[in-house]
């Protein structure tokens, strides 16, 4: 399979090209209120009957033609990668979200440098001998609590770099502890009855009660859960059997020579108040996000000064000899593993600024344009279909929106009052849009988060890609009986 920048690269033509055909639309926004959590709150969202095609003075249609280069700050299909790379601001995507990567990156690398992790892992194994399967679901269902709860996705990939040689050492893979971390999150993101960036965003936006529907969501989440716990089980019992039926065997390289190099397992002060630092800013981290909604500046902060303090209790107890210059090399070290993630990263954001996503709906766009087609699309079909390419469509516009309150506020305006015409009740178009930007987040190779966590456990998107199609697959099935089963139901 070609290199994830090769892919990247031919979906930016496809982009190029579409925007020579479809001409480019815009809508207005307004206001919206609903109640979440015992508040009001406001939300900036598009109106759905505003959408016209711009046009120019003759009233002739304007496309939004890209050609091979743009100054002045525009978009060209030799540009766009470099757009994508600086666009947005430390908040988001592209630049806030490769930045994170990168101090994260060097933050922990510096963790590594004092050998503590390693030598925790090698004491955690000899004391969990014959219980090691147990890692695998109670990892899983954790992580898909944090993604139910708290919509966490990002943190996911602090916590790989630590799980990522764990894994690796009592027999499983990198793959492995991706589905343990991130794809555990997005389980719990898609299946969630309280996520306060996906569901209940959506389900404001749409004028559906925030937080109804719950006992059918934890239902939801129960088996979506317990079915990722299966297949994950299933996959790395199988690679601790015949390793050669790993996906990740180049990645895994790099972990199984950390552990030929650790030939004994130190533990001392030192490595207690490293470990105590580690552990305590995960906490720390995770009651900033919940109790004061806490994003990408605030927790790269965070895990910088756990880097930070680690690397000097390195070199008070000399840790692996550690030294400030090795505190140093360890974070330029940690930093650059990040690299070709940020600009896979990057170069999706940059797809997303050709088709004209970069703005917000008052703006002329493609992307505009294919929204409202696909409206008139489902709005004219039979109650059942309609309901179903709801959520088909709202899986494919993940690729462009993969911001789960983001997608809400530009789809969800469009789909509610569609299901209203097609005669599917609003609670089920929401649980199409939950369903449907949940579940790709474990594929598409725009995701900030997914490639941040590859990256992290040394796996090529083209490799994972291999790997997952099957569990997507999986999922599209239940997904889709799942939404026609709520609209037959009269889920509301």
Request: cysteine-free.
């Given at each position: 399979m070609p290199d994830t920048l090769v892919l990247i690269f031919f979906i930016g033509l496809l982009a190029t090209a579409i925007t020579y055909v479809v001409p480019a639309g815009m809508f207005e926004t307004q206001d919206i209120s609903y109640i979440a959590d015992g508040a009001e709150k406001t939300r900036t969202v598009l109106d759905p009957e505003s959408f016209t095609y711009a046009t120019d003075e003759q009233g002739e249609l304007v496309y939004n033609s890209v050609g091979l280069f743009a100054s002045g700050g525009g978009i060209g299909l030799m540009n766009f990668v470099f757009e994508g790379l600086v666009s947005g601001s430390k908040w988001g995507s592209a630049i806030g979200v490769i930045m994170f990567m990168l101090v994260i990156g060097g933050a922990f690398g510096i963790?590594?440098?004092?050998?503590?992790?390693?030598?925790?892992?090698?004491?955690?194994?000899?004391?969990?001998?014959?219980?090691?399967?147990?890692?695998?679901?109670?990892?899983?269902?954790?992580?898909?609590?944090?993604?139910?709860?708290?919509?966490?996705?990002?943190?996911?990939?602090?916590?790989?770099?630590?799980?990522?040689?764990?894994?690796?050492?009592?027999?499983?893979?990198?793959?492995?502890?991706?589905?343990?971390?991130?794809?555990?999150?997005?389980?719990?993101?898609?299946?969630?009855?309280?996520?306060?960036?996906?569901?209940?965003?959506?389900?404001?936006?749409?004028?559906?009660?925030?937080?109804?529907?719950?006992?059918?969501?934890i239902g939801l989440w129960i088996m979506f859960t317990i079915i990722g716990i299966a297949f994950t089980m299933w996959y790395a019992n199988g690679v601790k059997k015949d390793p050669t039926k790993s996906f990740s065997i180049k990645g895994d390289v790099h972990f199984k020579n950390q552990e030929a190099?650790?030939?004994?397992?130190?533990?001392?002060?030192?490595?207690?108040?490293?470990?105590?630092?580690?552990?305590?800013?995960?906490?720390?981290?995770?009651?900033?996000?919940?109790?004061?909604?806490?994003?990408?500046?605030?927790?790269?902060?965070?895990?910088?000064?756990?880097?930070?303090?680690?690397?000097?209790?390195?070199?008070?107890?000399?840790?692996?000899?550690?030294t400030v210059n090795d505190m140093a090399d360890a974070f330029k070290e940690g930093a650059s593993i990040m690299l070709a993630p940020a600009l896979l990263v990057g170069s999706a954001k940059g797809i997303l600024l050709i088709l004209g996503g970069g703005g917000d709906a008052t703006e002329a766009s493609v992307l505009n344009s294919i929204l409202s087609s696909a409206g008139d699309v489902i709005g004219s079909l039979p109650e059942v279909m309609a309901a179903w390419l709801m959520y088909v469509f709202q899986s494919m516009f993940n690729f462009f929106v993969t911001s789960g309150s983001g997608q809400a506020a530009l789809t969800m305006p469009l789909m509610a009052p569609l299901a209203d015409l097609a005669g599917v009740t609003r609670q089920v178009a929401v649980l199409a849009f939950q369903l449907g930007d949940g579940f790709t987040n474990i594929i598409v190779p725009t995701s900030a988060s997914l490639m941040a966590t590859l990256g992290v456990c040394r796996i090529d998107w083209g490799d994972w890609a291999k790997f997952v199609w099957r569990f997507i697959a999986l999922l599209f099935v239940l997904s889709s009986v799942i939404v026609v089963t709520a609209h037959i139901t009269g889920f509301a």
């Open positions: 963790v590594m440098r004092t050998g503590t992790i390693d030598n925790g892992i090698l004491r955690l194994i000899d004391r969990t001998k014959g219980s090691e399967s147990l890692f695998i679901p109670v990892l899983f269902s954790l992580f898909s609590l944090g993604g139910a709860v708290f919509g966490m996705g990002e943190e996911a990939v602090a916590f790989a770099i630590i799980i990522a040689p764990l894994m690796v050492r009592i027999g499983y893979d990198g793959i492995t502890t991706v589905m343990v971390t991130y794809v555990a999150t997005q389980i719990g993101f898609a299946a969630s009855w309280m996520n306060p960036f996906s569901v209940a965003v959506a389900q404001g936006i749409a004028g559906v009660p925030v937080l109804s529907g719950a006992s059918v969501r190099s650790v030939t004994s397992s130190r533990w001392n002060l030192g490595d207690t108040l490293v470990m105590f630092t580690v552990v305590a800013t995960m906490v720390w981290v995770i009651w900033g996000v919940v109790a004061h909604a806490w994003y990408i500046p605030e927790i790269a902060s965070q895990f910088f000064t756990m880097g930070f303090v680690a690397g000097l209790i390195g070199v008070v107890f000399r840790l692996n000899g550690m």
